[in-house]
């Protein structure tokens, strides 16, 4: 039997590859550099979990967005100059995986892989009794623009044939699903539900999750760093830590953004590049008439979703390294979708306790994770989620440690596979 397997990463790719490994009877040894576990980009992302979103960002045409980005501050995707030196190769991968054919094909893996997640997610949740105020409602897509409505229900149909279940909801049927939107109605072009999605917040599954492991004879070192990966002649045989080299024949680099750099030196390419994500948390405990289900507002690209007595703002995407600092434009911007979408509630709602956070998304050039086994013998890898890693975390946990343990996982594991 093989030693400890250690894991790099604490966020919700690495507790949920660390608890699937548990399960199999493997021992883990989680490594992270932060004082806690999910204080990366599973601390407060937008709490959605969305097959329905499953379309890569870089969609044919994203080249004009992200060009008239660089002059307008409000846009969602924004590309900063001084970001440009690190991203040039990355960049072009990037829009050449924009292409008509490619984008739908990613989408469709993406699909495949987000939607095994939910139903394991749910199965885990169900199994361990895990409270991370989970809804079950569903979510709502709100279009603004016919025309994106139209593209968007395309999409829609084309995933449908794969299992995706929507509604298309004309203007009043949006209004009557969701009544708070009343004041906003007569700029509604139409919407589309999404019955499967779930909201939950990540931070507490993280948390949650982080518990068992550590009931069931797991470790978790908080504030240790992995400094490198020790190879010998092909194989792995240990980490160089803070603490010294831990000695280990199997590692999993699963930290976030910073996986490509640690991966760097043993020449593996991983294409990732952090993307800034914004969310804003406030406190509603005593507004009236909050929205009950997730709304993602499609022409702000914003997403809104209850969390209990808190309703979380999240959206946008900046490429400007690995830079996490804070920009109050930013947040303003999601406060503005708010009472674009919400008014009653915004007017309602004590801007001085809320919570502005800023994150950064492990961005692949072609809009999926990396899951599997690297070149590098009892290396693996599970990281570069983008947008989804809430929703596919469970799913790439499983199918990694199914192909660690030798068993075929239920979904065909090579759109995801290590050098594609
Ligand atoms: C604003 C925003 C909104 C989002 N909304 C959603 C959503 O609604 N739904 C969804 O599905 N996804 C969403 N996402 C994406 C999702 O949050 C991420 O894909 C996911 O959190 C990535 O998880 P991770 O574990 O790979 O990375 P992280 O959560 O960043 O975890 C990586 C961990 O590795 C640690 N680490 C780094 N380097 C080292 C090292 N050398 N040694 C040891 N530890 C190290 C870090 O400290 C960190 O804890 C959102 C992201 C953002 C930013």
Not at 27 to 54: E, F, K, R
Not at 180 to 206: M, S, W
Not at 253 to 269: E, H, R, T, W
Request: aromatic share 4%; charged share 20%; hydrophobic share 45%.
């Amino acid at each position: 039997m093989p030693d400890v397997v250690v894991v790099i990463g604490a966020g919700l790719i690495g507790l949920t590859t660390a608890y699937e490994l548990l399960q199999r009877g493997r021992q883990v040894l989680v490594l992270d550099a932060g004082p806690d576990v999910a204080q990366g980009a599973s601390h407060a992302n937008g709490s959605i979990l969305t097959p329905s979103m499953a379309d890569p960002w870089n969609s044919p045409g994203v080249h004009r967005h992200l060009l008239a980005s660089v002059v307008d501050r409000r846009a969602a995707l924004v590309l900063r100059v001084s970001a440009l030196p690190s991203l040039w190769l990355w960049g072009l991968r990037f829009l050449r995986n924009s292409s008509p054919t490619r984008h739908r094909a990613a989408t469709l893996d993406s699909f495949l892989l987000s939607n095994y997640s939910l139903r394991r997610t749910r199965e885990l949740r169900e199994r361990l009794s895990l409270d991370y105020g989970s809804t079950t409602r569903g979510t709502m897509r709100l279009f603004r623009d016919g025309e994106n409505l139209q593209r968007a229900l395309a999409l829609a149909q084309m995933l449908g044939e794969h299992g995706l279940r929507f509604a298309l909801l004309d203007r009043a049927a949006a209004v009557e699903a969701e009544p708070q939107l009343a004041p906003v109605a007569a700029r509604i072009a139409g919407a589309l539900r999404f019955p499967d999605d779930e909201g939950g917040d990540a931070y507490r599954f993280c948390v949650a999750l982080a518990t068992r492991i550590e009931d069931c004879g797991g470790r978790i070192r908080r504030g240790l760093g992995a400094r490198g990966i020790l190879v010998r002649q092909g194989t792995v045989c240990g980490v160089d830590s803070g603490d010294g080299v831990i000695a280990t024949s199997e590692v999993i680099v699963a930290c976030g953004v910073d996986s490509q750099k640690l991966v760097n030196p043993l020449g593996i390419d991983l294409a990732i590049r952090p993307a800034k994500g914004y969310s804003l948390t406030l406190d509603v405990s005593s507004v009236s008439g909050c929205p009950q289900a997730p709304l993602v507002e499609d022409s702000l690209h914003v997403a809104i979703a209850p969390m209990g007595d808190q309703l979380r703002i999240a959206g946008t995407a900046e490429f400007a390294g690995m830079d996490r600092s804070i920009r109050p434009e930013r947040i303003e911007n999601l406060f503005e979708a708010l009472v674009a979408t919400y008014p009653d509630v915004a007017r309602q709602v004590e801007r001085r306790t809320a919570v502005s956070w800023a994150g950064l998304r492990p961005m692949s050039s072609d809009g999926l994770p990396t899951v599997g086994p690297s070149r590098v013998r009892g290396l693996y890898v599970n990281a570069g989620h983008g947008h989804l890693g809430w929703t596919m975390a469970v799913g790439s946990a499983h199918m990694l440690a199914d192909l660690i343990t030798g068993v075929a996982p239920a979904i065909n594991a090579s759109p995801y596979r290590v050098g594609r």
